[in-house]
């Protein structure tokens, strides 16, 4: 009897920490609440237009406050991996007033953003930039822009980001 009534608690157990893992699964893949979800858009937005603003105010190396200084950080431009991690984006971000002095960054009235959880959201947007190079030759590049953006320890930064241009189309294609 008494191994029966060891055999019923160790079931107990076993299923209800089953079942507390299951819950905790099901809670980071339950949408936001509206209200949740509005908040961390609101935020996400706001955090877009403070990039844009920096950048412009202080030049390239801002980017480096912008971009996660984690393993997860990533970025690609126009299907080609720039940084693979966030060391490479450090060095990269390093030598970027080599060949940019200023930049103007403008992201368009169609800014997205898709909040997933309540620390990370999607952004996307058409940008607009005006690169001005050490000798002044000024370089216009406009394309769309697609990130995750994380909140950690209460700011946000991309996570990963993807830039691309458009591409011309050759006549007849």
């Known amino acids: 009897m008494r191994v029966l009534q060891c055999a019923v608690f160790l079931v107990a157990i076993v299923a209800a920490g089953c079942g507390a893992n299951r819950s905790a699964?099901?809670?980071?893949?339950?949408?936001?609440?509206?209200?949740?979800?509005?908040?961390?858009?609101?935020?996400?937005?706001?955090?877009?237009?403070?990039?844009?603003?920096?950048?412009?105010?202080?030049?390239?190396?801002?980017?480096?406050?912008?971009?996660?200084?984690?393993?997860?950080?990533?970025?690609?431009?126009?299907?080609?991996?720039?940084?693979?991690?966030?060391?490479?984006?450090?060095?990269?971000?390093?030598?970027?007033?080599?060949?940019?002095?200023?930049?103007?960054?403008?992201?368009?009235?169609?800014?997205?953003?898709?909040?997933?959880?309540?620390?990370?959201?999607?952004?996307?947007?058409?940008y607009h930039e005006v690169l001005t190079s050490p000798e002044g030759k000024r370089d216009d590049e406009s394309g769309y822009f697609t990130g995750v953006a994380e909140n950690r320890d209460g700011s946000w930064q991309f996570r990963d980001a993807h830039w691309s241009a458009p591409v011309s189309t050759p006549p007849g294609h």
């Open 25 to 126: 699964r099901s809670e980071s893949s339950q949408p936001l609440a509206p209200e949740r979800a509005a908040a961390v858009e609101a935020s996400v937005r706001a955090f877009a237009q403070a990039v844009a603003q920096d950048i412009t105010q202080n030049g390239p190396t801002a980017w480096r406050k912008q971009f996660s200084d984690t393993p997860a950080f990533f970025m690609a431009a126009n299907g080609r991996m720039v940084f693979p991690n966030s060391a490479a984006a450090t060095a990269g971000i390093e030598d970027l007033p080599r060949f940019i002095k200023q930049i103007e960054l403008s992201w368009g009235d169609d800014l997205r953003v898709d909040p997933l959880t309540g620390n990370l959201a999607v952004v996307a947007a058409t």
